[in-house]
């Protein structure tokens, strides 16, 4: 078999086998099992700790089948080991740093308050841990569906940057059509966004820079900053940090939709390209990815 036709027959049994175990563990731990109440859509971590736990599981599952039919190391497809601890700590400080630069700017335009911590004591130390890791497990499970082996088998059977566009596009394509209220903005905003990842894996050979990239982008938008999101009804998380908000127009502050929908992430997707590409990361070769 040509190895194009093959790889592309690798990523359509992720595709399925990721799809097929996260309907079934969805029907067994919501529908069966009522671990998680779908009914309240107010965002609590507890729901993102056990919905996403259960996404990385079944990501987990289809790549482990994708490794041993292929033959390939988990390295291959996006789970190199060596840097790991390094290239997400590097990832993290860019996201955080990124939300950081995009509230900032539209504060300086009039669109944000900081206001005052929300919380003191045990409360603000048990949400503050508690949305750090439900939002880890977000980035981990979003991460392995859409920059791991998914990302990987195509650009084998189509080249990288077809690749990068097509997954870039249907992770856009997702926040648009299912989630309330998407706009045009947001969907580009976080096909950037998603490309960017993609840009990352191909450089650093594995998904720790784009996961702590993820992790820490939505943590510091939602919890620290207290953006809003369609997902939530377009309200910030009961739980903020900070008791600020945002006023003024959609434009500046993404309304409804988060800071991810302002016009003014444009610019900072350009900077963390240009940022990214400063680190002088080394694409790795096939013989130096290790298990």
């Not at 080249?159 to 596009?169: E, K, L, N, Q, R």
Request: aromatic letters at 14%.
């Amino acid at each position: 078999m040509h190895p194009r036709v093959k790889a592309f027959l690798l990523f359509l049994l992720y595709v399925v086998l990721s799809q097929a175990l996260g309907a079934v563990f969805g029907w067994l731990f919501v529908m069966k099992l009522h671990v998680v109440d779908m009914g309240d859509r107010t965002w609590h971590p507890r729901v993102f700790m056990i919905g996403e736990t259960l996404g990385a599981l079944g990501a987990a599952l289809a790549t482990l089948a994708v490794a041993r039919v292929a033959g390939w190391s988990l390295a291959r497809l996006g789970y190199r080991r060596t840097g790991a601890l390094r290239q997400m700590a590097m990832g993290s400080l860019f996201g955080l740093t990124a939300v950081l630069i995009l509230v900032l700017a539209i504060a300086a335009l009039g669109g944000y308050a900081f206001g005052a911590v929300a919380m003191s004591g045990t409360t603000l130390l048990k949400y503050t841990i508690a949305w750090l890791i439900a939002f880890a497990l977000v980035g981990l499970a979003e991460e392995m569906d859409f920059r791991a082996a998914s990302l990987i088998t195509l650009a084998e059977a189509i080249g990288f940057w077809p690749a990068a566009i097509v997954t870039s596009t249907l992770f856009a394509a997702l926040h648009y059509f299912f989630k309330p209220g998407e706009n045009v903005v947001d969907a580009l905003s976080v096909g950037l966004l998603g490309l960017f990842l993609c840009v990352t894996v191909m450089r650093t050979g594995a998904i720790w820079f784009a996961l702590g990239f993820h992790a820490l982008f939505d943590y510091a938008a939602i919890f620290i900053f207290g953006a809003p999101n369609s997902g939530n009804g377009g309200r910030p998380v009961a739980t903020k940090l900070l008791t600020g908000g945002y006023h003024g127009p959609s434009w500046l502050t993404g309304g409804p939709l988060g800071v991810e929908a302002s016009w003014l992430v444009f610019p900072v997707i350009a900077l963390l390209f240009i940022g990214f590409l400063l680190l002088r990361y080394n694409p790795p070769t096939r013989e130096n990815l290790e298990v």
